[in-house]
Structures are given as structure tokens and as C-alpha cells.
């Protein structure tokens, strides 16, 4: 896990200071394949948390919907209509619902923690009280 954090910043800095340039074409490009990666590991997170995740199905869902996205943008492009935005509306629509369902389950297993934590101590005040009547 260190690992991965340390790769992310490394990630972010090499992005901000090394020079890459770009025109404004591929730059929607790279938008929508940015979103579609982020709907897959939102999507992935939340598989995760409810104990569904398959790595199959998140490889070939990041591989799929970047392609699919970015060939979208690209024959928007070609006709001259901005169909970019489609592929934009439709996974950040994902991301907000996938984000609002990983907050639920989050709270969901944080409560279920402190009911089973609460159970747990009401047993050992139980067992305790008992000890010492039997003293």
C-alpha cells in the first residue's frame, strides 16, 4: 500500500513539472479516457466494499470504457458534433452514484462495527458480573 501512495505522488509531481505537449484534440481525449478510468475504479471500489469485486470484470471495464469513450469522442469529432459531452455527462453521473453508494456502505459497515463492539462489551460486563456473583 506504501507503495502505491508513494508511486501517486510521484505520479502527480513528474505531471506538474515535466512538460508535455498537447493540443487541444487530444486533450479531449484524454478527458474522456480519464473519466472512464475513474468510473472503473469507483465502480471497483464499491464492488470491493460489498464484497463483489472480480478483477476480470474491472480490467476489461477500464480497457472497454476508455475505448468505447474515446471512440465516441473521436467520431464526434470527425462529424463535427461534441460528443465528448456524452461520455462526460454519462461517467461522471457514475462516478457521483458510485461515490454516494461507497459513503453508504462505509457508514453502514462503521455502525455495524459499533453494534457488534456494544454487543461485545455488554457480554464481558455479563461474564464479569456473573464472576463475581460466583465469588
Not at 493540443?23 to 465502480?43: C, E, K, P, T
Not at 470491493?48 to 464526434?76: C, W
Amino acid at each position: 500500500m506504501f507503495i502505491v501512495i508513494i508511486a501517486i505522488i510521484l505520479g502527480i509531481v513528474l505531471g506538474f513539472y515535466l512538460p508535455v505537449p498537447t493540443n487541444q484534440v487530444i486533450s479531449l481525449y484524454f478527458i474522456v479516457a480519464i473519466f472512464a478510468a475513474l468510473d472503473s475504479i469507483m465502480g471497483a471500489i464499491r464492488s470491493i466494499l460489498s464484497d463483489e469485486y472480480d478483477s476480470k470484470i474491472f480490467i476489461s471495464g477500464v480497457i472497454l470504457n476508455t475505448v468505447v469513450a474515446v471512440v465516441l469522442a473521436y467520431i464526434g469529432d470527425k462529424l463535427g458534433l461534441p460528443l465528448y459531452y456524452a461520455a462526460i455527462f454519462v461517467f461522471g453521473t457514475r462516478i457521483f452514484s458510485n461515490i454516494s453508494i461507497i459513503r453508504r456502505l462505509v457508514i453502514i459497515s462503521n455502525r455495524a462495527k459499533k453494534m457488534v463492539n456494544k454487543k461485545n462489551n455488554r457480554r464481558r460486563i455479563y461474564e464479569i458480573s456473573i464472576r463475581k456473583r460466583q465469588k
